[in-house]
């Protein structure tokens, strides 16, 4: 993965430029798209997209634990009356298997900042205030404050 083949997209509403990459990775969860974040009117330095290479790697090889750990928010959801109620009120099905909850995960993000944090970023329909972060770090996948 080449720093020139990330291209800048629209800035929109943002604070911050973000670069994205023309190949998306292709995962059970459905497509992720690779970004680099960075401040307004900067541009990605190398060492994000080699940070970026490493993180796509690193999703590849461990894509069913990533996996799991969205799965395993979504049963804790279909698991609390509560929060069960809410995935209904945002048109989440209830007790789905692992490999049908991909439609419901948009978007989905392997995301490099400028200060060389990587993330797997994933919007899930049913938290879509927040969002799900899941950062390799110690060397395994944890779930983190975006």
Known sequence: MKLEEFQ?????????DFYKHPVSVPSSM?????????????????????IAS?????????????AQLVYDEYVAMCSSPH???RLASNGVEPDLPI?????????????????GRALVYI?????RELGLCIEHKGGGWAKTDP
């Open 30 to 50: 459905g497509d992720f798209t690779i970004e680099m974040f960075v401040g307004m009117n900067e541009r990605p330095t190398e060492r994000m997209a080699v």
């Open 99 to 115: 490999g049908a909850i991909g439609k419901y995960l948009d978007p989905r993000i392997l995301e490099v900042a400028d200060d």
């Open 83 to 85: 929060l069960r109620d």
């Open 54 to 66: 490493t993180l796509v790697d690193q999703f590849r090889k461990d894509e069913a634990v990533i």
């Open 8 to 16: 800048k997209q629209p800035r929109g509403a943002h604070l911050f």
């Open 123 to 127: 919007g899930p329909d049913w938290d």
